[in-house]
T-cell receptor
C-alpha cells in the first residue's frame, strides 16, 4: 500500500499565483485533513473532511479551499498565494472514530511550499 | 478549543540516557493523547498514545504518563539511541467532537549524541 501520497514535494510560487496541493490515500479511510507545519508552532489544522462531500474548517483556514469529491482524494487549493503561506503542508487520513476508537493519523511525506 | 503546550523545544542527550518531554493541555474533556515522531524529511508517525482512563502506558523503551488532575502528560524514552533523534509532537483531542480533532504541541527536537 502507498498510504498517503502528496504531490508536489516542492513548489515555488510568486505572490498572487494559485495552485493545488494533491493528496490521495488508498486505505479507505473516512477522515482526511490538511496541516501546515511552521517552526515553533507545531502542526496546525487547516481543513478536514469526515467523508466525501463533507468538509469543515480547522484552526487556520483563511486563504485555503478544499473539496472532497471521492473518499480517496482531498486537494488543497491556494487561491492567491501570500508569503505567509510559505510552509510545509501535510495531508493525513484516519479511520472514523467508531472504527478505531481514536483519531490515529497517517501522514503523507509533506509538500514544501515557498511563496516569493 | 484545546490548547497544548509542549516543553522543552530542544533536548540534547547522550546515547543511553533517558529523555522526557512534557505537555500540558487546557480542555478537561480531552480523552485521547497521542505522541508522534517525525524523522527528517518525513511525515509524523504515531509512536504511542494513551486514553484518559489510563495513567501510564509502555511500549518497549517508550512510555507515556497522564495526570488528568494536573492536565499534563509526558513521554519517556529510556536507553536512548541515535535513531531516536527526531522531532516529537504531543497532541490532545478537542473533547466532545465527533471528529476527534487533534491539537498539537509545538514540537521537541530531540538529539541523541553517540
Amino acid at each position: 500500500n502507498a498510504g498517503v501520497t502528496q504531490t508536489p514535494k516542492f513548489q515555488v510560487l510568486k505572490t498572487g499565483q494559485s495552485m493545488t496541493l494533491q493528496c490521495a490515500q488508498d486505505m479507505n479511510h473516512e477522515y482526511m485533513s490538511w496541516y501546515r507545519q511552521d517552526p515553533g508552532m507545531g502542526l496546525r489544522l487547516i481543513h478536514y473532511s469526515v467523508g466525501a462531500g463533507i468538509t469543515d474548517q480547522g484552526e487556520v483556514p483563511n486563504g485555503y479551499n478544499v473539496s472532497r469529491s471521492t473518499t480517496e482524494d482531498f486537494p488543497l487549493r491556494l487561491l492567491s498565494a501570500a508569503p505567509s503561506q510559505t510552509s510545509v503542508y501535510f495531508c493525513a487520513s484516519s479511520h472514523r472514530l467508531a472504527v478505531s476508537g481514536a483519531n490515529v493519523l497517517t501522514f503523507g511525506a509533506g509538500s514544501r511550499l515557498t511563496v516569493l | 478549543g484545546e490548547n497544548v503546550e509542549q516543553h522543552p523545544s530542544t533536548l540534547s542527550v547522550q546515547e543511553g540516557d533517558s529523555a522526557v518531554i512534557k505537555c500540558t493541555y487546557s480542555d478537561s474533556a480531552s480523552n485521547y493523547f497521542p505522541w508522534y515522531k517525525q524523522e527528517l524529511g518525513k511525515g509524523p508517525q504515531l509512536i504511542i498514545d494513551i486514553r484518559s482512563n489510563v495513567g501510564e502506558k509502555k511500549d518497549q523503551r517508550i512510555a507515556v504518563t497522564l495526570n488528568k488532575t494536573a492536565k499534563h502528560f509526558s513521554l519517556h524514552i529510556t536507553e536512548t539511541q541515535p535513531e531516536d533523534s527526531a522531532v516529537y509532537f504531543c497532541a490532545g483531542t478537542d473533547g466532545g467532537t465527533s471528529y476527534g480533532k487533534l491539537t498539537f504541541g509545538q514540537g521537541t527536537i530531540l538529539t541523541v549524541h553517540p
